[in-house]
C-alpha cells in the first residue's frame, strides 16, 4: 500500500530531551516536508526536501533539524524541545517538486513537551 | 491580512442541501489549489485540485476558481453526515511547492 508512515504517533516528553520523530514514503517521492498545526494557527511549514541532500527552511524553521539521507526517509529532529513545540505535526511528500504535486500526509504525530 | 483566508465556521448545513465554502488568497503569483478535508484528529486528504478559472466537478464536489477576484470556492452536493469535517484552503506557486494553507472551515451536516 502506498503510505506515508510516521513514528510514533503519540509522544510525551520533557523539555530538553532529545528527540526524533520518523518520516518514511514508499512511493519514491522526490519532495517531502514537514507541518506543524496548531489551533488557531493551521497548518505551517516547518523544513522540505526537494531531493535526497536537499533540504530548506519552511514558515517555521526555529528549534528544527531535518536531513533527507535516503529518498524515502525524512526524519525530524528536536534538539532540545520546548513546550511551544507542543503541537500536531504531519510530514507530507510529493512525486515531483512543482506546485502542481498533490502532497500526501502523514498519519501524524501529537507531541507534548512538558 | 493572513495569505489564505478562510472562515472558521462552523457552517451547520441540513443533510442533502448545498455546503458552499470560500477562500481567499493574496498572492497573485499562485497558480495551483487545492482542497484537503480533515476529520478532527486524522490527516488531511485532499478532496480536489484545480488549476485554470471556471469550474471543475468532481461527483459531489464541485471546485471554482477566480483568479482576477482572488478566490477559490467548493461546493458540496448533497451533503451527507460523513461530509461532517474541517475543509482546508491550499494554494501553491508553479514553482517550489509550498503548500500554504487556511485555517480552515470546519462544516457540520447535519440529519
Known amino acids: 500500500e502506498a503510505q506515508v508512515t510516521q513514528n510514533p504517533r503519540y509522544l510525551i516528553t520533557v523539555t530538553g530531551k532529545k528527540l526524533t520523530v520518523t518520516c518514511s514514503q514508499n512511493?519514491?517521492?522526490?519532495?517531502m516536508s514537514w507541518y506543524r498545526q496548531d489551533p488557531g494557527l493551521g497548518l505551517r511549514q516547518i523544513y522540505y526536501?526537494?531531493?535526497?541532500?536537499?533540504?530548506d527552511k519552511g514558515d517555521v524553521p526555529e528549534g528544527y533539524k531535518v536531513s533527507r539521507k535516503e529518498k524515502r526517509n525524512f526524519p525530524l529532529i528536536l534538539e532540545s524541545p520546548s513546550p511551544n513545540q507542543t503541537s500536531l505535526y504531519f510530514c507530507?511528500?510529493?512525486?515531483?517538486?512543482?506546485?502542481?504535486?498533490?502532497?500526501?500526509f502523514g498519519p501524524g504525530t501529537r507531541l507534548t513537551v512538558l | 491580512q493572513k495569505e489564505v483566508e478562510q472562515n472558521s465556521g462552523p457552517l451547520s448545513v441540513p443533510e442533502g442541501a448545498i455546503a458552499s465554502l470560500n477562500c481567499t488568497y493574496s498572492?497573485?503569483?499562485?497558480?495551483?489549489f487545492f482542497w484537503y478535508r480533515q476529520y478532527s484528529g486524522k490527516s488531511p486528504e485532499l478532496i480536489m485540485f484545480?488549476?485554470?478559472?471556471g469550474d471543475k466537478e468532481d461527483g459531489r464536489f464541485t471546485a471554482q476558481l477566480n483568479k482576477a477576484s482572488q478566490y477559490v470556492s467548493l461546493l458540496i452536493r448533497d451533503s451527507q453526515p460523513s461530509d461532517s469535517a474541517t475543509y482546508l484552503c491550499?494554494?501553491?506557486?508553479?514553482?517550489?511547492?509550498?503548500?500554504?494553507f487556511g485555517g480552515g472551515t470546519r462544516v457540520l451536516v447535519k440529519p
Open positions: 491550499a494554494v501553491n506557486k508553479a514553482a517550489g511547492n509550498k503548500l500554504t
Open positions: 498572492d497573485r503569483g499562485s497558480q495551483s
Open positions: 507530507a511528500s510529493s512525486f515531483g517538486t512543482s506546485g502542481y504535486n498533490e502532497q500526501f
Open positions: 526536501s526537494m531531493n535526497v541532500e536537499v533540504t
Open positions: 512511493m519514491n517521492h522526490e519532495y
Open positions: 484545480i488549476y485554470s478559472n
